[in-house]
């Protein structure tokens, strides 16, 4: 498997661009959170790297890594959109708690499977998707009394 640095210099030249001292960073720090994140964490993940970073390069350069194949978002949560890298990572979706922002990863064969089937069934060739459900973890659920 091919390093995400060596993926997203390939992805910058397709687009004429260059491999900059921040993107660098950028996608350094990414990769460090091994985490779910949003644009803030990944701000001060930089900021506390090289001590002044510009908001609005981290802005630019998120949807290149996103176009790269790199990272996706996810979900937007409590504190706005929540990215993950994709390298490395099993495909997998989300339960997100709109309460508390707790979210809970997970895999399950019979999605994949209707998925695929409905795909089939219509003529479409599917490249990506993304399944992310929202509503209350069990500790809110219980502190709201709401009922499954």
């Given at each position: 498997?091919?390093?995400?640095?060596?993926?997203?210099?390939?992805?910058?030249?397709?687009?004429?661009?260059?491999?900059?001292?921040?993107?660098?960073?950028?996608?350094?720090?990414?990769?460090?959170?091994?985490?779910?994140?949003?644009?803030?964490?990944?701000y001060?993940t930089?900021?506390?790297?090289?001590?002044?970073?510009?908001?609005?390069?981290?802005?630019?350069?998120?949807?290149?890594?996103?176009?790269?194949?790199?990272?996706?978002?996810?979900?937007?949560?409590?504190?706005?959109?929540?990215?993950?890298?994709?390298?490395?990572?099993?495909?997998?979706?989300?339960?997100?708690?709109?309460?508390?922002?707790?979210?809970?990863?997970?895999?399950?064969?019979r999605?994949?499977?209707?998925?695929?089937?409905?795909?089939?069934?219509?003529?479409?060739?599917?490249?990506?998707?993304?399944?992310?459900?929202?509503?209350y973890?069990?500790?809110?659920?219980?502190?709201?009394?709401?009922?499954?």
């Amino acid at each position: 498997m091919e390093n995400p640095r060596d993926i997203f210099i390939a992805h910058l030249r397709r687009k004429g661009l260059f491999l900059t001292r921040e993107r660098r960073l950028i996608l350094e720090a990414i990769f460090s959170l091994r985490k779910h994140f949003d644009f803030d964490e990944l701000y001060d993940t930089v900021k506390k790297r090289v001590g002044r970073v510009s908001r609005a390069t981290i802005y630019r350069t998120i949807p290149l890594l996103i176009d790269s194949g790199l990272i996706r978002d996810v979900f937007r949560g409590t504190s706005g959109t929540q990215y993950e890298q994709v390298r490395g990572l099993e495909h997998h979706d989300h339960l997100l708690c709109v309460s508390c922002g707790s979210y809970i990863e997970f895999k399950d064969e019979r999605i994949e499977r209707a998925q695929q089937e409905v795909c089939k069934k219509h003529g479409f060739v599917s490249v990506d998707h993304k399944l992310g459900i929202r509503g209350y973890c069990r500790k809110c659920a219980l502190i709201k009394r709401v009922k499954a």
